[in-house]
């Protein structure tokens, strides 16, 4: 693999950054709007227009919400940007996965009115799940009821950082047109029309506010780090470049988190946002090496344009015209014309292209280096989560996790003649997203096509449409449901005897078996073992639990995989010569399912917290429709006006809940979802898929 004279200076200089939120709080605006401010565009997209740069796929346009992930890249300061704009929307929470997986940090965006969301505290979770340092941006300080304080404490009580907020807004809701940076001192005001900040000194009427708030921040920001703290005891104050200093430690280690305020819409907030995102979000060079294995032992990769060439694929596009994977580069150096390995599935790739990306636009390159974020044309079997490295040097990354699907729909190519296009159409959806999940039904012999919620399945059905693919009849969306164990058995025997000539099969096995947990709806399986004195070898200990996880693909009541339950092996024996592995998983996997048929189970099905914001004067219509789908309630509040209704609902009784929710709040309610597990099914439901 060539090398090239980039230098470490260089790779110091770039940030890879994503912009994390709840829907509607202004993620694609602030993209737009750092494009704008960096000179990449020179026309600020509207997302009421459909015409942002980043949501520029039909569906999104039409739709207003961020349905993909998208790439830019921009340059401010004399660093390189390489930005994701992520999906707000929960059906699409693992495009945030895939995106965060490979992301050295991130921009947190809250609506000032509104403060922390549902979404926003299920993104904040997985960038803390991927270590992946935040800043925050209040966002929309022009609306009415925006509260920079309410929203802070917002953050503070829900996702428990320690919030370092660094600017006082200048003036409130319709007035507010500036800043003031309490690290330098100094106000930012934004005039109508002008395009940059004029800056200037800090307004008198907002300076003993802005000394308290200084003042605050030094305290906090000593009390967190130790070279502030002793430049606090000395002089009893911070000097900007040492707060400033301590800023970029504490959020590169994640002690702190800085806070920002603006208003994307108006173009307000930006630069110090970009100025922020260079001086305290870490390069490259400032995370872990990436970790992975080969042969079993577990090898780290520096940052290092001169290292072998490493890189994780966290996206591929998969058209009709040809294939884009889109690759972070760990280490090394490719250029075009290479020849890159997969050592998932042993096959080697030649690089045909490699493309920086802005959204649906692409620049080619000769090279790209360790931290840059590109396309790589060529690479024909490279799927999500494969890996691609120096066949020299081989290294395997770990893959981003897809989460499990939890709604299925039939689908069916409206003419039998195009069955085939549909087949293809589906795998090439299955292929650019992993989420969504393609099987036959064995018993009916129908195409199930599984996802995260009802609108992703819907995107992935017009998706199909849009690009030429056949016309598709669609089934009724079904939920997942699950069976799990309520009362267990102990000591429940099973011997597997077979002979037909030749060596014959032989495992004795002795199982417990009981609820994972004290609730019902534990997820999961946990096996062991307590044999003692050798009765079962160990090795067929391992293919007993092997032949347990293969018995819960189908369960006693409906054929649904089974959940939440402990298995014990606590005896067993075997025979000199008709012992084997083989003999040993099918005992696991026949004993365990006579074992369920022996307990009491339970049906599980699918449940999500609901969060409905409607008028005050609809909230006992809201209510009353929410009991009649079993929801249970969990709180309420007002804000602004406005009713906030938090409750948790099974995801079977949500499909249609848009049209109804509109009906009854006369278009002005709207609600999100997030799912939060299983619980226990009522003994009349709808009939599930299976």
């Not at 780090?225 to 002793?230: F, G, S, Y």
């Not at 064995?442 to 449409?465: D, F, N, P, W, Y």
């Not at 399986?525 to 070898?537: C, D, K, M, N, Q």
């Amino acid at each position: 693999m060539r090398t090239n004279t980039t230098t470490l200076a260089t790779l110091a200089a770039v940030r890879n950054i994503g912009i994390l939120a709840h829907v509607d709080a202004g993620k694609t605006t602030v993209t737009e709007r750092i494009l704008y401010a960096t000179g990449t565009t020179h026309k600020r997209g509207e997302v009421h227009d459909g015409t942002t740069v980043t949501d520029f796929d039909p569906q999104e346009r039409d739709r207003g919400i961020t349905i993909f992930a998208a790439a830019v890249s921009c340059a401010w300061d004399g660093c390189r940007v390489n930005l994701i704009d992520t999906p707000g929307h929960v059906d699409f929470a693992d495009e945030v996965e895939r995106s965060l997986r490979v992301l050295d940090g991130a921009v947190a965006v809250f609506d000032a009115v509104a403060g922390v969301e549902p979404q926003s505290e299920s993104v904040w979770r997985q960038a803390d799940r991927h270590g992946v340092p935040r800043i925050a941006f209040v966002n929309k300080m022009d609306r009415a009821g925006a509260d920079l304080d309410r929203a802070v404490d917002s953050i503070r009580q829900r996702l428990h950082p320690v919030p370092l907020v660094v600017q006082l807004p200048i003036g409130a809701e319709d007035a507010f047109s500036g800043v003031v940076d309490l690290v330098r001192m100094r106000s930012l005001v934004w005039h109508d029309g002008a395009g940059t900040a004029v800056e200037g000194p800090v307004p008198e009427e907002l300076g003993a506010e802005a000394v308290r708030r200084r003042r605050t921040l030094e305290e906090t920001v000593a009390e967190l780090h130790p070279a502030a703290l002793e430049e606090f005891c000395d002089r009893e104050a911070l000097s900007a470049a040492t707060l400033a200093a301590a800023l970029r430690d504490l959020t590169r280690t994640r002690d702190g988190v800085v806070v920002l305020c603006g208003s994307a819409y108006r173009n307000r907030g930006i630069e110090p946002l970009l100025d922020a995102v260079v001086a305290y979000l870490p390069s490259p060079l400032d995370v872990p090496a990436v970790r992975g294995v080969h042969a079993g032992a577990g090898q780290e990769r520096a940052a290092d344009p001169e290292a072998p060439f490493a890189g994780l694929v966290f996206k591929v596009n998969a058209s009709a015209t040809g294939r884009l994977a889109y690759v972070r580069v760990y280490s090394g150096t490719v250029e075009k014309g290479d020849t890159v390995w997969d050592p998932a599935t042993g096959r080697t790739e030649r690089v045909a292209r490699i493309l920086r990306v802005m959204a649906d636009r692409h620049e080619r390159l000769d090279r790209a280096v360790a931290g840059d974020i590109v396309a790589l044309a060529g690479a024909k079997s490279a799927r999500t989560g494969s890996t691609l490295c120096d066949p020299g040097a081989p290294l395997l990354l770990e893959p981003p996790v897809s989460a499990e699907p939890v709604v299925s729909v039939a689908v069916e190519a409206r003419r039998a003649t195009d069955t085939g296009r549909l087949v293809t159409a589906l795998a090439r959806l299955a292929e650019e997203d992993p989420s969504l999940v393609v099987r036959t039904d064995a018993e009916t012999g129908q195409t199930v096509l599984s996802g995260m919620g009802e609108l992703h399945l819907e995107v992935a059905v017009e998706k199909i449409r849009r690009d030429g693919g056949p016309e598709v009849r669609v089934g009724r969306p079904r939920v997942a449901y699950r069976e799990t164990v309520v009362e267990g058995v102990t000591g429940f025997v099973f011997r597997h005897v077979k002979q037909d000539g030749g060596a014959g099969q032989f495992a004795h096995v002795v199982l417990d078996v009981e609820p994972l947990g004290p609730e019902v709806g534990a997820i999961g399986l946990e096996f062991r073992s307590t044999v003692v004195g050798g009765a079962v070898p160990q090795e067929y200990v391992r293919a007993v639990e092997a032949g347990c996880r293969d018995a819960l693909a189908e369960g006693p009541l409906d054929g649904h995989p089974v959940t939440g339950l402990r298995v014990t092996l606590t005896d067993g024996s075997t025979h000199v010569k008709d012992s084997s592995d083989t003999a040993f998983r099918t005992a696991g996997r026949l004993g365990l399912r006579a074992a369920l048929r022996a307990c009491a189970t339970a049906l599980l099905e699918p449940v999500a917290e609901v969060t409905v914001t409607v008028p005050e004067d609809a909230v006992g219509s809201v209510l009353g429709d929410l009991a009649a789908r079993r929801g249970r309630v969990g709180g309420s509040e007002t804000r602004g006006g406005v009713a906030v209704l938090t409750a948790t609902v099974p995801l079977a009784e949500l499909f249609g809940y848009a049209t109804r929710l509109r009906s009854r709040t006369q278009g002005r309610g709207t609600f999100t979802t997030r799912p939060t597990g299983y619980a226990p099914a009522p003994a009349t439901r709808p009939v599930p898929v299976r």
